[in-house]
């Protein structure tokens, strides 16, 4: 009988390890990349209609549910306003958001997905066909389950003369003296910017002092670094890119909160 009691208690913590194994297993990230699919809806979208920005977030061919954030940024080619709207959920690791368009014309969408700590971004052109409502700008009205703009900035923000778009994600909140992981996406001809010498350099409003903090590619075409800012207050983050001719910055506005 006690042999029999042994054997069962062996048993029992074998399964016990093999099961608590698994889970470990199961609780590991994965190391291969969130992919993302782009569609439009209409596919020939009119001037004063309803668009929906749609893309399918998958990993190894899963959906993705909890990605961290999902966003469209859309403008009209040659003008520099961009307008920047959030994505919501829908099911299987589809993301939505609406946006009406009043002028037609020529346009760019980018989309940005950060899930799993990776960030996708591709940028579509997209045509607005029809008689367009408004011939002063693009001005989106606001319809019913619409996404509103979370803000609007020009396209200086993204395409320089080097032909780079940066794409710069610091954490939120940012918080006065506590260790602040900086991340920059850099993309050329629709293509991760990969292998170049990216570094950022940091300053408090008009201090003379600067900061320079040399940045490592975690992902092709992303570039992090982690910085401490000693003090609330208004920052200035300046992002420096170099590759063969290739010698480009641009800067970005960091709020900093109290501890």
Same mark, same amino acid.
């Given at each position: 009988m006690k042999r029999y009691l042994f054997s069962l208690l062996v048993l029992l913590a074998a399964m016990?390890?093999?099961?608590?194994?698994? #889970?470990?297993?199961? $609780?590991?990230?994965?190391?291969?990349?969130? +992919? %993302?699919?782009? =569609?439009?809806?209409?596919?020939?979208?009119?001037?004063?209609?309803?668009?929906?920005f749609s893309v399918k977030v998958t990993q190894n061919g899963e959906p993705v549910n909890d990605a961290k954030e999902v966003k469209f940024e859309w403008w009209k080619d040659g003008q520099e306003q961009h307008v920047t709207i959030p994505a919501s959920l829908q099911k299987d690791g589809v993301y939505t958001a609406r946006q009406t368009i009043d002028e037609a014309g020529s346009y760019f969408v980018y989309y940005h997905v950060t899930a799993r700590d990776f960030h996708n971004m591709q940028k579509v052109a997209f045509t607005v066909g029809g008689q367009?409502?408004?011939?002063?700008?693009?001005?989106?009205?606001? #319809?019913?389950?619409? $996404?509103?703009?979370?803000?609007?900035?020009? +396209? %200086?923000?993204? =395409?320089?003369?080097?032909?780079?778009?940066?794409?710069?994600?610091?954490?939120?909140?940012?918080l006065a003296g506590q260790p602040t992981p900086l991340m920059v996406h850099l993309m050329k001809d629709n293509a991760s910017f990969t292998k170049a010498a990216v570094r950022f350099e940091i300053w408090q409003g008009s201090a003379a002092?600067?900061?320079?903090?040399?940045?490592?590619?975690?992902?092709p075409g992303q570039y992090s670094a982690e910085a401490n800012l000693p003090a609330a207050g208004s920052y200035t983050v300046k992002v420096h890119v170099e590759k063969g001719e290739i010698h480009d910055h641009k800067s970005f506005p960091l709020a900093v909160q109290p501890k």
């Open positions: 016990t390890a093999a099961c608590g194994h698994n #889970h470990q297993e199961a $609780a590991l990230p994965s190391a291969d990349p969130v +992919a %993302a699919d782009f =569609a439009i809806l209409p596919k020939e979208p009119a001037a004063g209609k309803p668009i929906t367009s409502a408004s011939s002063a700008s693009p001005a989106h009205a606001q #319809h019913p389950g619409e $996404a509103t703009a979370e803000h609007e900035h020009e +396209a %200086a923000e993204h =395409a320089h003369a080097s032909g780079v778009d940066f794409h710069f994600m610091p954490p939120t909140p940012v002092e600067h900061t320079f903090v040399e940045a490592r590619e975690e992902q």
